[in-house]
């Protein structure tokens, strides 16, 4: 091939390349005269979980020092990303707090730290949560205003079956439970909620308990917390049962409960498969694929609604893949595509609170598990808390399913909107409309939109830098949060939405009477 055929031939290459970006006018349409939904003020959450340094997965071992017991507390970074939330749902937990004792007064008389043990469970022997530590984690909750969760050991006092060795029989010792109670009032502690074991119900995952047994457990825990905490206007909430959904279970359980037990139905959610998976990155963009876990959502909200209809769906944990999060994938750009979709679509099934595992540890932490600097979910997360209102909107488009859409009333005033763009290569002019006249120029232009274009580094989808509207973000010298500022746009403009893409756009003058 000669140097004029070569260069002809590079010159159809780049002009094909040029050509597979396209753009692609629609109308999302808002329905605002009513909400559809209606999550907590506080519904975003994130976890701190039990898990050594020796927690290991796929010959890798990424949670470090961001178990519970070795966390460093006292970390800048750290106090500041919590903080910056005023106020970020916290919920203590996960696989190994089953096997946690608290050492209050003389019991218990040894207390180890999570010592590898071949045939403990999930491999480890029992852990100890000591007081002083209790005190340091609630010098970091109330220096941050954090609103806590804790999830009690819930297989104190029971013993395994002769008939099959994952299924834990006898009733829950409270007497532990009580002890630490005792302590944390006295000690002046606030608790938002109290939940009862972590992924116990149905086949379980390493242990399983019965539904009747569950539920006359979590009836004994409400007794107790009541008894302990006897002004109704600052008793901590009762979650369960912190586990996979299982209809049968799940009924079972809640009809034996019975009425105004639990103020959260706890379920979890880890639709991506497991984290070693090579199709991991390829799900992540598949609207498809993702939409698949929201019948889950839907059968929680029945069940709910049929069985305990004073409480409402909580995801009380939820890491995308399983066993730490992808190694490439679950702290980048591109597990934005997962996670904010997963916030648009469980609010959207009245789901009240969504706690992300992990706020730090392993390969999905919002916080970087070393350096402690904010993964891109973490930005998304914050300007989710920032701009999306508890009351959910209906929002329909016609048009790719690569462009998902989600409206909220907003935080302060108007709707703000989330728009999704998986598309590799077409760009979205998106005209927001309402559904009383379908007339975008309702929204007048003396309200500027404000809008927060989301994008990853050198448009690497697997980068852990975050760009708004063109900059990085970056914590400041003083390692404080950065500033999260919108860009002004005229509101009669369509919202350009780019390939690849998150956007977050607040319409101040759109007219939405749900919202008045």
């Not at 000669?2 to 999302?28: G, H, I, M």
């Not at 909750?141 to 297989?155: D, E, P, R, W, Y």
């Not at 975050?466 to 746009?489: C, R």
Request: charged letters at 20%; aromatic letters at 10%.
């Amino acid at each position: 091939m000669d140097s004029r055929t070569r260069l002809f031939c590079l010159v159809l290459l780049v002009s094909s390349c040029f050509c597979l970006s396209n753009s692609d006018e629609l109308k999302v349409i808002v329905k605002g005269v009513t909400s559809i939904a209606k999550t907590d003020d506080n519904f975003i959450c994130a976890t701190l979980d039990w898990w050594p340094e020796n927690k290991c997965d796929y010959n890798q071992c990424p949670w470090g020092k961001a178990g519970i017991l070795n966390l460093d507390l006292k970390n800048k970074i750290l106090t500041n990303a919590v903080k910056a939330f005023n106020p970020l749902r916290i919920r203590i937990g996960g696989s190994l707090q089953d096997q946690v004792y608290y050492k209050v007064g003389k019991f218990p008389k040894q207390c180890s730290n999570f010592e590898k043990k071949s045939d403990g469970l999930f491999g480890f022997a029992e852990g100890c949560l000591h007081m002083n530590r209790w005190d340091e984690l609630h010098d970091l909750f109330n220096k941050t205003g954090a609103a806590l969760t804790f999830s009690l050991n819930a297989l104190l006092g029971r013993i395994q079956s002769d008939e099959d060795d994952t299924l834990w029989e006898g009733d829950w010792n409270q007497f532990n439970a009580k002890s630490l109670m005792k302590y944390t009032i006295r000690k002046g502690y606030k608790i938002d909620s109290y939940e009862l074991g972590n992924e116990l119900c149905a086949g379980g995952v390493a242990a399983k308990i019965r539904p009747q047994q569950y539920g006359k457990d979590v009836k004994k825990l409400k007794k107790l917390i009541t008894h302990m905490y006897p002004d109704p206007a600052t008793r901590p909430k009762i979650l369960a049962p912190g586990g996979f959904y299982d209809e049968e279970w799940f009924k079972v359980f809640l009809q034996t409960t019975g009425p105004d037990v639990i103020d959260g139905l706890t379920h979890h959610i880890y639709n991506l498969g497991a984290g070693v998976d090579p199709t991991l990155i390829d799900k992540l963009q598949d609207p498809i694929y993702l939409s698949q876990v929201a019948q889950t959502f839907n059968d929680v909200l029945n069940t709910a609604k049929l069985f305990s209809p004073s409480s409402g769906p909580w995801v009380g944990e939820s890491g995308g893949a399983y066993n730490s999060g992808g190694k490439t994938t679950s702290h980048t750009f591109v597990n934005g595509f997962w996670y904010l979709d997963q916030l648009g679509m469980t609010s959207t099934f009245n789901h009240k609170v969504y706690c992300r595992q992990s706020l730090i540890g392993g390969n999905y932490g919002l916080l970087n598990t070393t350096s402690f600097i904010p993964n891109p979910d973490y930005y998304g997360a914050l300007l989710w808390h920032k701009l999306m209102g508890k009351n959910v909107l209906s929002t329909t488009h016609e048009g790719s399913p690569y462009l998902r859409t989600y409206a909220h009333c907003s935080k302060s005033s108007g709707v703000t909107v989330l728009l999704i763009n998986m598309d590799k290569s077409t760009t979205f002019e998106v005209s927001v409309v309402d559904d009383l006249n379908m007339y975008p120029s309702r929204i007048e232009p003396i309200h500027q939109r404000e809008e927060y274009h989301l994008t990853p580094k050198d448009g690497n989808i697997q980068s852990d830098v975050l760009l708004l509207n063109g900059t990085p973000l970056k914590l400041t010298a003083s390692f404080d949060i950065p500033e999260m500022n919108p860009q002004l746009v005229d509101p009669t403009l369509p919202i350009s939405v780019a390939p690849r893409s998150i956007v977050f756009a607040t319409l101040r003058g759109f007219q939405a009477p749900a919202c008045a």
